[in-house]
């Protein structure tokens, strides 16, 4: 297969084409370019090496993120503001400038080395996005630890399940948090997944280190330390950095577990910072006055990449939100944007739908000005969502873009270059391959090359630096699910996503590869039909899935959050079908429509298209540590013991 063309602006296609003639030669001058902001103790000896499955980047250069990111920025950057924690629900508002953040990440290296932690030793922390939590993960950077961060708000089985695959030696989290005026005892979720932990793991945790933000007492279990006491722990010891080859592990993120158990991803120092950093410099125009307002948490791969070291790479200011959109002001986001002028506005599709959703008056109340682009990214931008915010909320004066990447791969995969050449954005299309992604999409039954607008498996044909090498302790599960997921697939990196890329050479993305709908002969995607859905002016979300028939093999199971005011009734649901048919075509038949308040979703907002049809099917749901209510479980449930086919007549047509 030759190199393929595709009608990205003609700069950003040549950079492309660099990066897929000469791969070796792309990457080092890139690496090189970047010591700027990313520096090297020892230059590496070579760029690429593999051994099938796995791979290295930048083979003996010897670098550190950590320092990178606080050290190396101190003497440039001292008097900037590095990091802004906004937390609501506390009454915090607080910054802390490169400097401030230096002495805070060496009081934290020495005292991490109290407590006996050293190169190599695994820490995880449980805590909401604040500083000390950043300061924590940098430390560990710093002096070679391994950090793994979990969403502080998982629940108890699904925390167990990360430190059973991670085995940290000690655990940092918050007494509690408040989600809605609601409190999240952390430290006793934390208790309790010690307690359900298999005990050879539970008794590796030496020390449990608690942030106290109220007053309430927290049970003791003996391992219990205050920020107070750790800190107290480094007076008199080494606070210095470490410097690390470049393949040594930097973090270990675990995926969500939408479809099994949670994979535990490696990421590492060297391909990490080069990936992350230039990724964000080509897609977002990343530079050092960007104020980044990112509405992700530091237990997911985007705040890991763009909260907690992309900006300090940088030299970038990040907002540190803790809290939701709406509450305890519906205009929560809006301010945050207005009061630290925010030049970057990153937002997940799940939460430009529920600003859409709260209504454009919110946004109006407040000075925008000083957004200068707004990204998006964790499922498909929704057209109609596109819209709203580029046309609604910024008047088209600004960029509104989708990208796609996943936590195996901690920066863009498909995006638009921002920073190299402003391209044509075609709402719903997450953009262009990224530097070095070679993609090749292939039938899942035969494993031939699909033709443009022909949909299939997405593959990665090469490895590019940031893409994880490996599994935490399970090298066999990485071989078997990345690189020989199925027979058609072996030698090529399987993103388990639906996609297809159009004559222009866009990207579109359908969903999972197993949540495709076969409908007689044709194969929709879910994401295609919710946008369907979304595009109705009475839809605020939507979400679809497959359910067995016997005439057709599939039909559209839908279920529906309708924007505030609009009154559910048969009629609309009529007016639904009709909508989507008229919209996609009439090969489109559904199952039935029903009305929801919530939809399954895992604590990302990626919806649980998997419990949908399974509550459908009366499968077992399996693992549901990851989703964010289970009251959204409940409701689709009770939905599906009234759901039945629009009409007997539409489902024979």
């Known amino acids: 297969m030759g190199i393929p063309v595709f009608n990205a602006p003609e700069k950003y296609y040549s950079l492309w084409r660099a990066s897929i003639e000469d791969r070796d030669k792309f990457w080092d001058g890139i690496a090189r370019e970047s010591m700027v902001d990313i520096h090297w103790f020892k230059e590496w000896e070579k760029v690429f090496e593999r051994e099938y499955p796995h791979f290295k980047w930048f083979v003996g250069g010897v670098t550190n993120t950590g320092y990178n990111c606080v050290d190396y920025k101190v003497a440039r950057y001292g ?25 805070l990440v060496r009081k934290y290296s020495a005292a991490l080395r109290g407590l006996g932690v050293d190169k190599g030793d695994r820490v995880l922390c449980y805590m909401p996005n604040s500083i000390e939590a950043v300061a924590i993960l940098l430390s560990c950077a710093r002096i070679g630890a ?31 948090a408040f989600r809605r005026g609601k409190e999240v005892k952390l430290k006793e979720i934390v208790d309790e997944a010690l307690r359900i932990c298999p005990t050879r793991v539970a008794e590796k945790v030496e020390h449990v280190v608690v942030n ?35 393949n040594e592990p930097l973090f270990i993120m675990c995926t969500s577990g939408t479809t099994a158990k949670p994979k535990p991803v490696v990421h590492t120092h060297g391909g990490f910072q080069i990936w992350a950093y230039w990724t964000a410099k080509w897609i977002y125009n990343l530079k050092p006055g960007d104020v980044v307002f990112n509405t992700s948490d530091i237990g997911w791969i985007v705040g890991q990449s763009y909260l907690v070291f992309g900006p300090p790479l940088a030299g970038c200011t990040a907002v540190l939100y803790e809290g939701t959109p709406d509450y305890p002001e519906p205009d929560m986001w809006w ?20 600003l859409r959703a709260l209504g454009v008056e919110q946004a109006e109340k407040h000075d925008l000005g000083s957004v200068e682009r707004v990204v998006c990214a964790g499922e498909v931008l929704n057209p109609e969502v596109w819209h709203w915010l580029h046309e609604d909320v910024f008047k088209g004066r600004i960029p509104v873009i989708d990208h796609m990447w996943q936590t195996e791969v901690p920066g863009a995969m498909f995006g638009y270059p921002l920073g190299v050449e402003p391209p044509r954005v075609k709402p719903g299309s997450a953009g262009f391959p990224l530097p070095g992604v070679l993609p090749e999409i292939v039938d899942e039954r035969d494993g031939r090359v699909c033709k443009p607008n022909e949909r299939g498996i997405l593959l990665l044909r090469e490895p590019v630096p940031g893409m994880t090498a490996n599994l935490w302790g399970d090298p066999e599960r990485y071989r078997r699910e990345y690189w020989e997921a199925k027979p058609i697939t072996s030698g090529r990196y399987y993103t388990g996503d639906s996609a297809y890329l159009d004559d222009e050479g866009y990207i579109w993305f359908s969903g999972r590869s197993d949540e495709v709908i076969k409908i007689a002969a044709h194969r929709v995607g879910p994401t295609e039909v919710e946008s369907a859905l979304i595009s109705h002016h009475a839809v605020a979300e939507a979400g679809v899935c497959g359910v067995p028939d016997e005439f057709r093999g599939e039909l559209v199971a839908a279920f529906v959050v309708l924007r505030s005011g609009v009154k559910p009734s048969e ?17 489109i038949v559904f199952k039935g429509i029903e009305f929801v308040d919530m939809l399954p979703k895992t604590r990302s907002g990626k919806i649980m298209r998997r419990v949908m049809r399974r509550l459908w099917t009366g499968e ?15 409701e689709v449930r009770e939905a599906i013991s009234k759901l039945r086919p629009v009409e007997e007549a539409e489902t024979r047509k």
């Open 79 to 103: 008097e900037k503001t590095a990091y802004i924690h906004e937390a609501p629900e506390l009454g915090v508002s607080r910054r802390i400038t490169y400097e401030e953040l230096y002495k």
């Open 146 to 176: 391994i950090s793994t961060c979990v969403f502080a708000g998982f629940s108890s089985g699904a925390l167990a399940d990360r430190i059973e695959l991670t085995t940290p030696k000690t655990i940092f989290t918050q007494d509690s």
């Open 212 to 246: 106290r933000v109220t007053d309430r007492e927290t049970p003791e279990t003996g391992k219990e330390k205050s920020f107070e006491e750790f800190e107290e722990m480094g007076k008199g010891l080494d606070d210095s950095y470490v410097p690390l080859e470049s």
């Open 335 to 354: 301010r945050m944007i207005e009061k630290h002028r925010a030049t970057l506005l990153w937002i997940s599709p799940t939460g430009a739908r529920a």
């Open 571 to 587: 009629e609309l649901k009529k007016e639904l079908v009709a909508h989507v048919r008229k919209v996609m075509g009439p090969f």
């Open 620 to 634: 077992e749901l399996g693992d549901l540590s990851t989703i964010e209510t289970d009251a959204s479980v409940d």
